[in-house]
């Protein structure tokens, strides 16, 4: 070893205090030099670059065929376009006719990438036309950039640089901000209602569809296109959705901001490069202005807000809000259409396959335990909120979940944490300002704090997102009366009673004025995103549960010993051990017994769980307000179901009585 320095074992060097009183060595830097070398510094390779904008040419590399960029410059569509159309000028030729207004007779002139490194880009001239003088406008001669399904790095930086509210917290998520809107506005979603659609899909009473004429719709899909072409830059998405190649829906998404587009991207199924090249024209696309609203004195507007679906132009509108599930279950209602004219039932449920191929589908509303439960460790997951169900088997319609993290912690859902990361989107989250950690019990901006993240980022997902046939249908409710068993194994008829009424309760204070638990009933668990009428659907899930052998359960994720206030939430824990004893088949070989009013069958044991919280009653101390409390949910499902009495469901006369049976007996 030449000079001062004492190489440690890592190969640095530190100076023994007795060298640096000296005068300044010369260091060598060669490690254990054989030849009394002096040092080199200017021994570096030649470098490439003469000047610092040539150098940082050099960082990024061109990557084909995702940015298909012609050689040596952008691509320009507009008016005209070239003779020969590249990839990236199809896409772009496509695009326009997406964002044409439909007064205009062509669409606008559009560049690829981002405005600011446009300039450096040159642009294909476009031939100049003659238009008359009086249609000459200037929306009609200014560009829009068109940033075209950017990676999540490329959408953090344009979040970060352009979206008030985007940072990167501490394990690499990117934490937005979503608006005024923090969850979905259903009263302002709008369903066109033509000849077609007037017959067939589900109107009036307990209906999720308010009708709006086509003309109305029309001037919202303007104002929306004309809000998006007045921009500098609109996100372009082009995805799937459905997993079962088959049954595939191409869809594209523009948009405004770059939290829509990272959202999009998690959330649907995200094509290769090559079958992006081949996208072609999509099945449906969504024009999301985002926080632009809509214009209160059009047509059957109450708000400033309006989601608005035309099912014969195979389009979505979307003004006034931005938060992002709206896009995710907007489509999902699209989806409720398309399939069940393949004969194909569409689901709001989770599902996860056991080791041994056992598939098995929780259905439930909002926050009754879809994405907790069929994210386990033990499973493989093949998706948390939408699912289609064919003669094949099952099929996830997306490509990522949307996990709630309102107190969400490691230990409980420790593969919902760690799935929080880059590439992660993070909704209304409240962090540590300078160590960016999420506190996910700050509710300070809303109680409805949301995680979306590609559906890989789950250790044990099934990729492709395909299983077969189901062999246990789980209904969640969170029963925040407390007197729903945590358990119980269910009958095809009761399967379909409960499925039919969609119950599960809202606690106080989620809502302004909700002052008790609150009973929701929304039918198929998901009333709000159902195109048809219910009993179509309940009874595509009839034919294939009995085709298929499957058993229904009902499991109660909500209070126990008591109302909410009362009683406390049955731990996740033991809703885990019950759903595993279902999954493993040692619940179906349980010895039962018959509840009073709902008849609903309770299992005497479960491994795992204590025996006194399986019956409801043994849990309350007040035996008396149980057995009143009971009877006000049994009058509530009763009153809900008189609106479906006068239905038959599938051609089976006696189903349909036997579903009338299987509510409440009081
Ligand atoms: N016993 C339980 N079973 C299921 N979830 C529970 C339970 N106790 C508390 N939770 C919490 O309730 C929420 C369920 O929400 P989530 O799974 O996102 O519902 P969904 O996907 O159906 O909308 C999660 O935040 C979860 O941690
Ligand atoms: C995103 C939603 O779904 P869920 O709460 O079922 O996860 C929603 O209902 O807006
Ligand atoms: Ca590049
Ligand atoms: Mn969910």
């Known amino acids: 070893m030449a000079g001062n320095g004492n190489e440690n074992a890592d190969g640095d060097f530190s100076f023994s205090a007795a060298a640096a009183r000296d005068a300044l060595p010369r260091i060598t830097t060669e490690k254990g030099a054989k030849s009394a070398d002096v040092c080199h510094d200017d021994t570096a390779p030649r470098v490439n670059f003469q000047t610092i904008d040539e150098l940082h040419s050099l960082q990024k590399k061109r990557s084909a065929p995702t940015t298909p960029l012609k050689e040596g410059g952008g691509v320009v569509m507009g008016t005209s376009g070239p003779t020969t159309p590249s990839s990236g000028e199809t896409m772009l030729q496509s695009v326009s006719a997406s964002l044409a207004s439909l007064t205009r007779e062509t669409g606008p002139k559009l560049i690829r990438g981002d405005p600011t490194s446009a300039a450096k880009v040159a642009h294909v001239p476009h031939t100049p036309t003659s238009v008359p003088a009086a249609d000459v406008s200037d929306s009609g001669l200014k560009f829009t950039h068109i940033l075209h399904n950017l990676s999540p790095a490329e959408l953090y930086e344009q979040a970060i640089k352009y979206e008030k509210g985007s940072f990167v917290t501490s394990t690499g998520a990117l934490a937005t901000l979503s608006g005024a809107k923090t969850g979905r506005s259903p009263k302002d979603k709008r369903v066109v209602k033509d000849e077609t659609t007037a017959s067939e899909l589900w109107w009036g009473k307990g209906s999720p569809n308010i009708e709006m004429d086509e003309q109305t719709f029309l001037v919202n899909r303007e104002r929306a296109v004309d809000y998006l072409n007045s921009l500098d830059k609109v996100f372009v998405n082009d995805q799937y959705l459905n997993w079962d190649p088959e049954n595939r829906i191409k869809v594209r998404i523009v948009s405004a901001r770059a939290y829509h587009s990272l959202f999009m991207h998690n959330m649907c199924i995200r094509p290769t490069p090559e079958e992006l090249e081949n996208f072609g024209t999509p099945d449906f696309t969504i024009y999301n202005a985002g926080k632009f609203p809509c214009n209160r004195y059009t047509h059957y507007m109450t708000s ?28 999902f209602g699209v989806m409720h259409y398309l399939m069940p004219k393949r004969k194909i039932l569409s689901l709001h449920s989770g599902c996860n396959m ?144 409960h499925f039919i009424s969609g119950y599960t309760a809202l606690v106080a204070g989620t809502e302004e004025g909700v002052k008790e638990p609150r009973a929701t009933f929304s039918a198929c668990f998901g009333a709000a995103f159902i195109m048809l009428h219910p009993t179509k659907y309940a009874a595509m899930l009839a034919e294939k549960m009995q085709a298929q052998g499957a058993t229904g359960w009902l499991v109660n994720t909500g209070w126990s010993g008591g109302s909410y206030g009362a009683g406390s939430r049955i731990k996740l824990a033991y809703t885990r051990k019950i759903i595993d004893a279902i999954h493993s088949g040692s619940l179906l070989n349980a010895t039962y017994h018959k509840t009073e009013i709902f008849g609903l069958e309770i299992p005497n044991e479960v491994e795992g769980v204590p025996s006194e919280i399986l019956e409801p009653m043994n849990a309350w101390e007040d035996k008396e307000a149980y057995k009143d409390t009971l009877l006000k949910l049994a009058g509530l499902f009763r009153n809900n179901f008189e609106t479906f009495t006068s239905h038959k469901i599938g051609d089976d006369g006696k189903l349909t009585e036997e579903i009338l049976a299987a509510g409440p007996n009081f």
Not at 424 to 444: I, P
């Open 304 to 331: 400033s807000t309006s989601v608005d679906i035309n099912l014969g132009r195979r389009e979505m509108v979307i003004l006034g809000t931005q938060y992002a599930g709206e896009m995710k279950k907007g489509l």
């Open 354 to 497: 056991g080791k041994e191929g056992d598939v098995a589908l929780f259905f439930g509303l909002s926050g009754t335990g879809k994405t907790t439960l069929s994210t386990d460790h033990n499973r493989y997951l093949i998706g948390d909120d939408e699912h289609c169900w064919s003669d094949a088997g099952v099929s996830n319609i997306e490509g990522g979940c949307y996990a709630k993290c309102i107190d969400l912690s490691r230990e409980k859902e420790p593969d919902i944490w760690n799935a929080i990361k880059f590439g992660t989107v993070l909704e209304n989250v409240v962090f540590d300002e300078h160590t960016r950690e999420v506190d996910y019990n700050d509710k300070s901006v809303t109680e409805n704090t949301r995680a979306a993240y590609p559906i890989e980022y789950i250790p044990n997902s099934k990729i492709p997102c395909v299983g077969p046939h189901p062999k246990n249908v789980i209904l969640l409710a969170c029963d925040a009366f407390g007197v729903l068993p945590p358990i119980s194994k269910l009958d095809l008829a009761q399967t379909m009673y």
